[in-house]
């Protein structure tokens, strides 16, 4: 997949490339009180590698191996959020993430920028397949998951073979035709 430059508009964002600028946004946001230390992006914070995951996925973005979305407001607040696509070992099948500011939950914009990039994903990069996946606990990425049309496909796994329940998680997906058929002939 080629990478190209362009800027995804929602009703109240501009999805635009992410740069390495966008770094200070990440850990403001990660940096919020409210941000759910559990969170794999908290954990690489934590770790002092936040920083070269961030080089890392621009890099795979700039080989076609990702998309990275910064999420700047209409009205000037410049990211965020971002939202990503990253390819699976399949070529057609990439990962959907996404992570907002804080103080930005609760408004709709994680449903509305990562639905648009769910249709980017399938109109656009013609993917096939996408999927995503959510720590039990986090009740309000899974309802974004299901808002987006995303599909359970598993009751729940742990990650690290432990049993804490931080690190359980679901998996969901959605083929580009069910997308297709069940958002109105590709409109989310």
């Not at 920028?113 to 397949?129: G, L, N, S, W």
Request: charged share 20%.
């Amino acid at each position: 997949m080629e990478n190209t430059t362009l800027v995804v508009a929602t009703d109240r964002c501009l999805l635009r490339p992410a740069i390495p600028h966008d770094y200070d946004a990440l850990v403001a946001g990660i940096g919020a009180p409210e941000f759910p230390p559990e969170l794999p992006l908290a954990h690489l914070q934590r770790q002092g590698k936040l920083k070269s995951w961030l080089d890392s996925i621009l890099a795979m973005s700039l080989d076609g191996r990702a998309c990275v979305f910064s999420i700047d407001l209409r009205t000037g607040e410049r990211c965020i959020g971002q939202v990503s696509l990253v390819q699976r070992d399949k070529s057609a099948s990439w990962n959907l993430a996404f992570w907002l500011h804080p103080s930005y939950w609760g408004g709709g914009l994680a449903v509305e920028t990562a639905a648009a990039t769910v249709r980017y994903a399938f109109t656009v990069m013609a993917i096939q397949e996408v999927w995503a996946g959510a720590a039990v606990w986090n009740q309000r990425s899974i309802r974004t998951l299901l808002k987006l049309g995303l599909l359970p496909i598993d009751a729940g796994k742990t990650l690290n073979g432990d049993s804490d329940s931080s690190d359980v998680t679901r998996t969901f997906s959605v083929s580009r035709d069910c997308w297709m058929r069940t958002s109105s002939g590709g409109s989310a």
